[in-house]
């Protein structure tokens, strides 16, 4: 059943299947070569077609699809759009927030689409075309992980390896129609002018290439992979996505290729950024800022390379527990001992105008912003530093150091008290 089983097996088998059934000729192969799997397999399948209303046929084509389902009694789901504009992107826009919402309300394991080896040697062209990297070159992959508005749908491309004209033969075996949609003979589309003009005097002089393209796309996917397990560990070794400041280890990150910072900042960055920006932040030097989309941006110095959110994000201290065992003085970062009667004064909150402090060891005071300039705490971070007060005073800033404050007399009462969360400069 050309290679829909073996595809089917080779993402995990899924149990619910949900097709994209737009009434083509590649979608009607797709949706025949499910159903004769699904009844030898014993998995559900369902369709969804989604009506844009941008075409006088569409009508037709959603008739079209609610018979072909009931013939052969499956469940289509028919869901009307709206794209704001009619570009290529808005419609592609509102088709797959059209699909999220069945996926989600049927509750799909997958989406299964019809692009086929002629979509792959479209799409790997046209990110050719446009100067992409290894990332854009790797093409359309079997399984994929798609998000909209935060939800998570996992697209099943099982096509990939069959041609156009292999699949419309397909759909007239089996099936014996499928709808024309009229906007494909239009080369006002750069993706149309591909598959109409450009591809065809290409098969004319290279027979293989559309096969060469996809295997190219196969073998750029693999070195994908590599390099994005390469970046999920720098990030988890190195650095933090968390809040309340997402950040890496600076010196580190300047000991990796080239290539490997690029895919570092593509997967660290909160959006999909244009290349340009990506170099920028993979080249990024200690004292420099590189701005990103919607108000956020990337700092540099030393120690850290920081994400920056546009506006302070109000994240909650977790309160400090005290410790059985108060002999100890502590480390000073997590733990601190102090008289009881102190810390029974103190608030613990985050730095404020004014804030001072008496070094430990020291007789007089500094500003808390000179002494956290002193000991080199990343600019972005100073906002999010616990802070154990009286008034403006410092008692502890955690994770940094203490104040002569803390010191205890003999016979004094003690408490030690530790800190029970993560510190803004530490890893996951």
Same mark, same amino acid.
């Given at each position: 059943?050309?290679?829909?089983?073996?595809?089917?097996?080779?993402?995990?088998?899924?149990?619910?299947?949900?097709?994209?059934?737009?009434?083509?000729?590649?979608?009607?192969?797709?949706?025949?070569?499910?159903?004769?799997?699904?009844?030898?397999?014993?998995?559900?399948?369902?369709?969804?077609?989604?009506?844009?209303?941008?075409?006088?046929?569409?009508?037709?084509?959603?008739?079209?699809?609610?018979?072909?389902?009931?013939?052969?009694?499956?469940?289509?789901?028919?869901?009307?759009?709206?794209?704001?504009?009619?570009?290529?992107?808005?419609?592609?826009?509102?088709?797959?927030?059209?699909?999220?919402?069945?996926?989600?309300?049927?509750?799909?394991?997958?989406?299964?689409?019809?692009?086929?080896?002629?979509?792959?040697?479209?799409?790997?062209?046209?990110?050719?075309?446009?100067?992409?990297?290894?990332?854009?070159?790797?093409?359309?992959?079997?399984?994929?992980?798609?998000?909209?508005?935060?939800?998570?749908?996992?697209?099943?491309?099982?096509?990939?390896?069959?041609?156009?004209?292999?699949?419309?033969?397909?759909?007239?075996?089996?099936?014996?129609?499928?709808?024309?949609?009229?906007?494909?003979?239009?080369?006002?589309?750069?993706?149309?002018?591909?598959?109409?003009?450009?591809?065809?005097?290409?098969?004319?002089?290279?027979?293989?290439?559309?096969?060469?393209?996809?295997?190219?796309?196969?073998?750029?996917?693999?070195?994908?992979?590599?390099?994005?397990?390469?970046?999920?560990?720098?990030?988890?070794?190195?650095?933090?996505?968390?809040?309340?400041?997402?950040?890496?280890?600076?010196?580190?990150?300047?000991?990796?290729?080239?290539?490997?910072?690029?895919?570092?900042?593509?997967?660290?960055?909160?959006?999909?950024?244009?290349?340009?920006?990506?170099?920028?932040?993979?080249?990024?030097?200690?004292?420099?800022?590189?701005?990103?989309?919607?108000?956020?941006?990337?700092?540099?110095?030393?120690?850290?390379?920081?994400?920056?959110?546009?506006?302070?994000?109000?994240?909650?201290?977790?309160?400090?527990?005290?410790?059985?065992?108060?002999?100890?003085? !502590? %480390?000073? &970062?997590?733990?601190?001992? #102090?008289?009881?009667?102190?810390?029974? +004064?103190?608030? =613990?909150?985050? @730095? /404020?105008? !004014? %804030?001072? &402090?008496?070094?430990?060891? #020291?007789?007089?005071?500094?500003?808390? +912003?000179?002494? =956290?300039?002193? @000991? /080199?705490?990343?600019?972005?971070?100073?906002?999010?530093?616990?802070?154990?007060?009286?008034?403006?005073?410092?008692?502890?800033?955690?994770?940094?150091?203490?104040?002569?404050?803390?010191?205890?007399?003999?016979?004094?009462?003690?408490?030690?008290?530790?800190?029970?969360?993560?510190?803004?400069?530490?890893?996951?």
């Amino acid at each position: 059943m050309v290679s829909v089983s073996a595809a089917r097996r080779e993402i995990g088998s899924p149990q619910r299947v949900l097709i994209a059934l737009s009434g083509g000729a590649d979608s009607v192969a797709l949706f025949c070569l499910l159903k004769n799997l699904a009844d030898q397999e014993q998995f559900e399948i369902a369709a969804v077609h989604v009506h844009h209303g941008l075409r006088q046929t569409a009508d037709r084509d959603a008739a079209f699809c609610e018979q072909l389902c009931k013939q052969y009694n499956v469940t289509i789901f028919v869901q009307h759009v709206h794209p704001k504009g009619r570009s290529e992107e808005e419609a592609r826009k509102e088709r797959f927030n059209a699909f999220s919402l069945v996926y989600n309300a049927w509750g799909a394991d997958v989406l299964a689409l019809a692009h086929h080896a002629s979509d792959q040697a479209e799409t790997v062209l046209l990110h050719l075309f446009r100067g992409s990297g290894c990332k854009g070159l790797s093409g359309m992959s079997m399984l994929a992980e798609h998000f909209v508005n935060g939800s998570r749908m996992k697209l099943f491309r099982p096509l990939l390896g069959i041609g156009k004209d292999a699949l419309t033969a397909i759909a007239v075996e089996l099936h014996g129609s499928f709808c024309h949609d009229e906007t494909n003979d239009s080369d006002c589309y750069t993706r149309n002018y591909l598959r109409r003009q450009v591809l065809p005097r290409i098969l004319e002089r290279i027979p293989q290439a559309e096969a060469a393209i996809g295997r190219t796309a196969q073998i750029l996917q693999s070195e994908n992979d590599f390099l994005d397990a390469l970046s999920r560990r720098f990030i988890r070794e190195h650095g933090t996505q968390e809040l309340p400041i997402s950040h890496l280890d600076y010196p580190s990150f300047l000991q990796q290729h080239l290539a490997l910072r690029r895919r570092i900042m593509q997967r660290f960055l909160p959006f999909d950024e244009p290349f340009e920006t990506i170099d920028r932040a993979a080249a990024i030097t200690a004292g420099q800022s590189v701005n990103l989309q919607r108000g956020w941006h990337l700092t540099a110095d030393s120690r850290f390379i920081c994400l920056v959110p546009p506006e302070k994000t109000n994240y909650q201290i977790l309160p400090l527990q005290k410790q059985a065992e108060s002999l100890s003085t !502590g %480390d000073g &970062i997590h733990t601190q001992r #102090m008289p009881l009667k102190l810390f029974e +004064q103190c608030d =613990l909150r985050y @730095r /404020k105008p !004014g %804030d001072f &402090i008496q070094p430990f060891g #020291m007789k007089g005071t500094k500003s808390l +912003q000179d002494y =956290l300039v002193d @000991r /080199k705490v990343s600019e972005p971070m100073r906002d999010y530093l616990p802070l154990l007060c009286i008034e403006n005073e410092v008692i502890w800033a955690i994770g940094i150091g203490a104040s002569e404050k803390v010191r205890c007399e003999n016979g004094e009462e003690a408490v030690l008290l530790r800190y029970p969360s993560r510190l803004p400069f530490e890893k996951e």
